[in-house]
């Protein structure tokens, strides 16, 4: 089994550029939460899905950030226009059942 | 006041020391976690639990709901054990799945 899958690893862009951060689930997991990790709030949950659909967007910032899934094997994290204050660690985790959760390698995001 | 406090932040150990990570939380819980996150980032699940005590190697987790305590323990520590160990909580309320973590503890564990 490959895990969760993140991509970029890494990115690095300017302030007001739109960014995109990709997750591809484990197969067969069901439920798919997108955290952020910095060193001032440690982890924070962003949105998390149940079959595809929007449970818990409590946690999105602003209207700058969205989230998308449109399928079971794909999500979407948008932030447009991007600010020096989004830098930070950015994970996806799916889980089969909402209760244990496997995380993904992360996307360090450095606005600058 | 954050839901989840961890204590020490920071604890520094020689390698075969007893460990000793605690978490207090000031909600009603259905779920505890345990993670682990090494330097480079990778965070991995330890434990979830609800009451009483799980055990895997030499990883003990421990939860007084009464209390709402629970405290993650290592015998015989080694280098390799060194890394951030994170407490999150999974709320009562309703069949809600979101998690709430405390800042995380530091671990060293030195030769």
């Known amino acids: 089994d490959a895990g969760v899958i993140q991509s970029p690893r890494h990115e690095v862009t300017e302030m007001g550029q739109e960014v995109t951060l990709r997750c591809k689930p484990i197969?067969?997991?069901?439920?798919l939460f997108w955290y952020r990790q910095t060193m001032m709030r440690g982890l924070e949950l962003l949105i998390y899905?149940?079959?595809?659909?929007?449970?818990?967007d409590s946690g999105m910032p602003e209207d700058r950030f969205s989230a998308k899934m449109p399928n079971a094997s794909f999500s979407t994290l948008k932030i447009q226009p991007s600010e020096p204050r989004d830098s930070a660690v950015y994970f996806c985790?799916?889980?089969?059942?909402?209760?244990?959760?496997?995380f993904g390698p992360g996307t360090r995001l450095t606005v600058t | 006041k954050n839901e989840v406090e961890q204590s020490p932040q920071n604890l520094t150990a020689q390698e075969g020391e007893f460990i000793t990570i605690n978490c207090s939380y000031s909600?009603?819980?259905?779920?505890l976690h345990w993670l682990q996150q090494h330097p480079g980032g990778g965070i991995v699940s330890l434990f979830m639990l609800s009451s009483g005590k799980k055990k895997h190697g030499r990883l003990i987790a421990t939860i007084n709901i009464q209390e709402k305590h629970s405290s993650l323990h290592i015998t015989a520590s080694h280098p390799r054990d060194s890394a951030v160990y994170i407490c999150a909580v999974r709320s009562q309320r309703g069949s809600n799945y979101k998690l709430t973590f405390g800042k995380g503890t530091l671990l060293t564990v030195n030769p």
């Open positions: 899905f149940n079959n595809n659909v929007p449970i818990d």
């Open positions: 909600v009603g819980i259905s779920a």
């Open positions: 985790a799916s889980s089969p059942s909402g209760r244990e959760q496997y």
């Open positions: 197969s067969g997991h069901d439920y």
